[in-house]
Each structure stands twice: as structure tokens, then as C-alpha cells.
């Protein structure tokens, strides 16, 4: 079946504008994660949701990030007036039941 | 919560040596280890994961072993080939749903 999908896969936007992540999970699996990778770095966790209970935000760097999860499925990372330091690849996980999480490819975003 | 450390950040080995990455986690009620492997421009891939019952896993050239009473686990790889460069990410998890906690990454390189 169809993996995690994230788009766009490249994102390059201005310093101040809002951006939005999409990623679109496996049928089925009710966790839905969000990581941060910079360049040359590890996975810094951001936000994970698990069906309806209340996401655990703990990551989320600044209240610039935002995200959201559509009907236990669609989820979408916002980040408002980007700054050049949120250049990253921003990676979507998702799993069923602590299943191995499978991620998509990423979002590449680079604030100029 | 959980905190997972990975050692080492860097590996370099010739072809057809053994490469072996360790880590080691804080929570004790821990009991599902996977390990991923990220190649350029993709999202990590789950390669082997152990669970709290058993010590040892192996599949084919990679293994995986657990210390509880330690607290650590290892990822062990034999006769090392130049298509395991790659990052290798450790994880833990308390199992059902919840939260996945990375290491910070080991980047293998394999000199042919």
C-alpha cells in the first residue's frame, strides 16, 4: 500500500511568510508524529498526535508552530512568519498500535 | 520523560569490517528498541527492532542486542559493504502508544 506522503517536498519561502506542511498518513495508523532535521542533525521531535486524544506539543520550538490533525488522518504544520532558522527537513511519521513508525521523505523548507 | 543517547556521532570502517553503534536509555519501563537507517534526501527506515523479552535479534548481517539491567542496546553490523553508509538512528519506546524518543544519529561510513 501507499507509504506516509508529505508535500510539498520542497518548500523555499520568504523571511515572514507563513508556511504549511502537509502529510498525508498510512490508512489506518492512528499515531501521527512531526520531526525536525537540520542540516547534518538528529531528529528533534516536534508534535505527536494519537487518535483523539490531546496532542503532546512538548517539541514545538515557539508558538509560531502550530499543528493539526483533520478527522484522525490529514495533519498539517503550520509555521507563521518564518525566520532563516527554521530552514530544515521537516519529517511525518506515522504507526499503529507502537508498530515501527514508517516516515515519508520529508519537506525540505528554506527560509530566504 | 525518556531520554536516548547514541554513541558514536561518526563512524568510518573498511569494507568488510563490523561497525557497532550503542545507546542507552533512561526509562526502565522501556520495552520496544527499533533502529533506522537514513540514506540521503529519505526519511529513516526501520531495519531491525527488538522487544524487552529477548536479548538478541539478528537478521541476516545486522544485529541487535539488549542489556535491561543496563539500560543499553546495540546495533551491530558484520561484513560492512559500501551501501550501509548511511545515518543510523536508535529509538526507544514504553510500547502501546506511546511516544517513539530518537538518539541523535550515527553517521556510518563504509570505505571500499
Known amino acids: 500500500g501507499a507509504g506516509v506522503s508529505q508535500s510539498p517536498s520542497n518548500k523555499v519561502t520568504e523571511k515572514g511568510k507563513d508556511v504549511e506542511l502537509r502529510c498525508d498518513p498510512i490508512?489506518?495508523?492512528?499515531?501521527l508524529y512531526w520531526y525536525r532535521q537540520s542540516l547534518g542533525q538528529g531528529l528533534e521531535f516536534l508534535i505527536y498526535?494519537?487518535?483523539?486524544?490531546?496532542?503532546?506539543k512538548s517539541g514545538l520550538p515557539s508558538d509560531r508552530f502550530s499543528a493539526e490533525r483533520t478527522g484522525g488522518s490529514v495533519s498539517t504544520l503550520t509555521i507563521q512568519r518564518t525566520q532563516q532558522e527554521d530552514s530544515a527537513v521537516y519529517l511525518c511519521?506515522?504507526?499503529?498500535?507502537?508498530?515501527?513508525?514508517?516516515f515519508g521523505n520529508g519537506t525540505r523548507l528554506t527560509v530566504t | 520523560g525518556e531520554n536516548v543517547e547514541q554513541h558514536p556521532s561518526t563512524l568510518s570502517v573498511q569494507e568488510g569490517d563490523s561497525a557497532v553503534i550503542k545507546c542507552t536509555y533512561s526509562d526502565s519501563a522501556s520495552n520496544y528498541f527499533p533502529w533506522y537507517k537514513q540514506e540521503l534526501g529519505k526519511g529513516p527506515q526501520l531495519i531491525i527492532d527488538?522487544?524487552?523479552?529477548?536479548g538478541e535479534k539478528k537478521d541476516q548481517r545486522i544485529a541487535v542486542t539488549l542489556n535491561k539491567t543496563a539500560k543499553h542496546f546495540s546495533l551491530h553490523i558484520t561484513e560492512t559493504q559500501p551501501e550501509d553508509s548511511a545515518v543510523y538512528f536508535c529509538?526507544?519506546?514504553?510500547?502501546?502508544?506511546?511516544?517513539?524518543?530518537f538518539g541523535t544519529g550515527t553517521k556510518l561510513q563504509v570505505i571500499p
Open positions: 490508512s489506518g495508523h492512528t499515531a
Open positions: 498526535f494519537q487518535g483523539n486524544s490531546a496532542p503532546d
Open positions: 511519521a506515522s504507526s499503529f498500535n507502537n508498530s515501527p513508525l514508517h
Open positions: 527488538i522487544r524487552s523479552n529477548v
Open positions: 529509538a526507544a519506546s514504553m510500547g502501546g502508544y506511546q511516544k517513539v524518543t
